[in-house]
């Protein structure tokens, strides 16, 4: 069973446009990550959010966690080729230290 | 200061043989995650270590993997004996509480 699924599992935009990705759960998460994986690379670390409702921003990239802390969204403004890879949620449960990872949205950007 | 550190980066195995993949985590953190990624499962967690004390292990697939951190600077992964099915790409990541920070990967092919 996934816990975390990702929408969508594919994305090709030209390079400008904006998308949004999501990452959804029927179960309640104490904190939430996102992670970018280039190929050939392992997965990297964007930003973490812990508080329901809570938006961080980074560049062109904004994050929110849901009120109920069991979903998550992240926005990519006039995305660029330097975008393109692998995203991936991520989430911690209760008081345990491990993550589950999401099912991934790989986003190609074309110039 | 360097990340994780993975090796080898590439193992081509036989069917049968020994493998062991090792990992030096970032120096003073206290977390230590072994991961496998694959096409069709994701980005799953096999087995992590607090302070050089295996935690979870549930993740480990069989009984032919094993994993062990002998100190805070090491660990190895070993599959015995390999089968076709454990080709993979295995992800050494390391941390403080519940951010994480991935090494490049091994990619492991059994034929």
């Known amino acids: 069973t996934q816990l975390l699924e990702q929408s969508p599992q594919f994305l090709s935009i030209q390079e400008g446009e904006n998308l949004t990705v999501y990452c959804n759960s029927s179960?309640?998460?104490?904190?939430l990550q996102w992670y970018r994986q280039e190929p050939g690379e392992g997965p990297v670390l964007l930003v973490t959010?812990?508080?329901?409702?809570e938006v961080k921003k980074l560049k062109r990239l904004t994050f929110q966690f849901g009120d109920a802390r069991k979903d998550s969204s992240l926005h990519i403004t006039a995305a660029q080729p330097g975008d393109t890879g692998l995203y991936l949620c991520a989430g911690a449960r209760g008081n345990t230290d491990k993550l589950i990872f999401g099912t991934g949205t790989r986003l190609q950007v074309f110039p | 200061d360097a990340g994780v550190i993975q090796s080898p980066r590439h193992e081509v195995t036989e069917m049968g043989q020994e493998v062991t993949l090792r990992c030096k985590p970032i120096?003073?953190?206290?977390?230590l995650f072994w991961y496998r990624q694959t096409m069709m499962r994701g980005l799953e967690l096999l087995i992590y270590?607090?302070?050089?004390?295996?935690?979870?292990d549930s993740g480990m697939p069989e009984d032919r993997f094993s994993a062990k951190m002998p100190n805070a600077s090491f660990s190895t992964l070993k599959i015995q004996p390999s089968e076709p099915r454990d080709s993979a790409v295995y992800f050494c990541?390391?941390?403080?509480?519940?951010?994480?920070?991935f090494g490049p990967g091994t990619r492991l092919t059994v034929t």
């Open positions: 120096s003073g953190h206290d977390y």
């Open positions: 959010v812990v508080t329901g409702g």
């Open positions: 179960s309640v998460f104490s904190s």
């Open positions: 990541a390391s941390g403080r509480g519940y951010e994480q920070y």
């Open positions: 270590f607090n302070n050089n004390v295996p935690i979870d």
